[in-house]
């Protein structure tokens, strides 16, 4: 198997570059969810203090989304919010999120990262330049460019997470 990272023909460049880094990193959240029953996807760790896999895909479909707006230099309607946040409860936590299927989950990210490429074909390499505001107040500033890159490495800083879920979920079956 070749790896490389190449942006749909219809993508500028760089843009497409950045695209694809982010469509391989959902491409490897799937493979490393494959076959999670529902006990597991809710599965919050040894003592139940961590952020479970469901919360963890959740997260990073909504930070996803933030972002495919940001490029489009549009707010995120008050529908997908809804729909997809909040970014954050009342306790600064992610929020809690129980029952959801991991198919359902990964099909939400899925139609998120369709969104993604859709915009990405309307950006050009120039436009990566636009700084945009993002935080949980709009108290940071980066460049769409940087935006893009940050989708990619989110969503592999979770999915160390979500490993180390797993490994503690086969211990715990093990143990029980």
């Known amino acids: 198997m070749l790896y490389d990272l190449q942006g749909e023909t219809n993508m500028s460049p760089i843009v497409g570059i950045l695209y694809s880094a982010v469509v391989e990193n959902s491409q490897r959240l799937q493979l490393i969810t494959e076959g999670m029953s529902q006990e597991e ?87 990566l330049d636009i700084i945009v505001n993002f935080g949980h107040e709009n108290e940071k500033q980066a460049t769409l460019r940087w935006g893009l890159w940050h989708m990619a490495d989110h969503s592999r800083y979770h999915q160390a997470q979500i490993n180390q879920l797993r490994k503690w979920y086969i211990e715990y079956c093990l143990s029980h």
Not at 103 to 121: A, F, G, Q, R
């Open 41 to 127: 996807v809710d599965y919050q760790g040894p003592n139940n203090n961590f952020n479970s896999t469901a919360q963890l895909i959740k997260h990073i479909m909504y930070v996803d989304l933030n972002w495919v707006y940001r490029m489009k230099g549009q707010p995120l309607p008050l529908s997908l919010k809804e729909q997809y946040g909040p970014m954050i409860d009342a306790n600064n936590r992610l929020p809690m999120v129980k029952g959801q299927s991991l198919n359902t989950l990964m099909s939400k990210y899925e139609d998120v990262i369709k969104m993604l490429k859709d915009s990405c074909t309307q950006l050009t390499d120039t436009e």
